[in-house]
């Protein structure tokens, strides 16, 4: 009982000490805060970057000058982004296997992947051809299919191994085409696995290339506000300049 009467003792104490000095407690607190906060001649980089261009071996991708590629997309390996064409945000083009080609004034909308195979089980060529004036909705999977002119890829598709899209052509969204699976000329497709759903007409085929021709131009507007160089720099200079270093 003794003991249990100086513990309770001891701490009746120290809540009254707590209670009685709230001026101690915030210059205990603020000493704290003082130990951790950081020296004003510390340097901030920013890590935050990411590779857009990645070599692999003797294969460089290779970007045109007009052509958009956002900051967040990755391009390794065999990956040529021809005039005109533009590449979203999030989007992977691997070419790591075999090449992958975005052809004239065509664009791969955000978050798609695209790959190539080794080999194409239909013995065509396994690169990955995507060709003039064709559009990828975003969300898309290509690999080694070939896209033939002025054609549309909704959003969400899956074209597999030796798939074929011939030209004046539609696949809906959601689509899946399987491996050695062709798409005749102006025809609308759609389903999993994708399906005949019926023949374009020619005001349709019109205009699949006015839609490559408007993200496009939607694409130069991005491509005037982008820097394609980081800003690195300035933080270098700012620590030169700090050390009394002459720039």
């Not at 003797?58 to 970007?63: A, F, G, M, R, V």
């Not at 070419?95 to 791969?108: P, R």
């Not at 975003?138 to 002025?150: D, K, V």
């Not at 609308?188 to 205009?207: C, D, I, K, Q, Y």
Request: hydrophobic share 40%; charged share 20%.
């Amino acid at each position: 009982m003794a003991a249990l009467a100086r513990t309770s003792r001891k701490a009746l104490s120290s809540v009254r000490l707590a209670s009685s000095s709230p001026q101690q407690l915030h210059r205990s607190f603020s000493a704290e805060a003082t130990k951790i906060a950081e020296s004003p001649d510390r340097v901030k980089w920013d890590y935050r970057g990411q590779r857009r261009i990645i070599p692999l071996g003797q294969w460089l991708p290779k970007i045109a000058v007009d052509a958009y590629v956002a900051p967040n997309v990755v391009l390794a390996g065999q990956v040529t982004v021809c005039d005109g064409s533009s590449v979203w945000g999030g989007s992977v083009l691997r070419g790591d296997l075999n090449k992958i080609t975005v052809g004239f004034c065509s664009n791969v909308q955000e978050k798609c992947v695209v790959h190539a195979a080794w080999s194409s089980p239909t013995g065509l060529p396994a690169e990955t051809m995507i060709e003039r004036f064709v559009t990828i909705g975003a969300y898309s999977l290509l690999r080694s299919c070939t896209i033939e002119t002025e054609c549309i890829i909704g959003q969400h598709s899956i074209l597999m191994e030796g798939s074929l899209v011939e030209t004046h052509s539609i696949l809906e969204a959601g689509s899946v085409v399987p491996p050695g699976r062709r798409i005749p000329s102006g025809e609308l497709w759609a389903g999993n696995p994708a399906r005949f759903v019926r023949t374009l007409s020619h005001e349709e085929e019109m205009e699949i290339p006015k839609l490559a021709v408007a993200i496009n131009d939607l694409s130069k507007n991005h491509f005037h506000e982008f820097l394609p160089y980081s800003t690195a720099y300035l933080e270098v200079e700012k620590f030169k300049k700090s050390l009394g270093i002459a720039i």
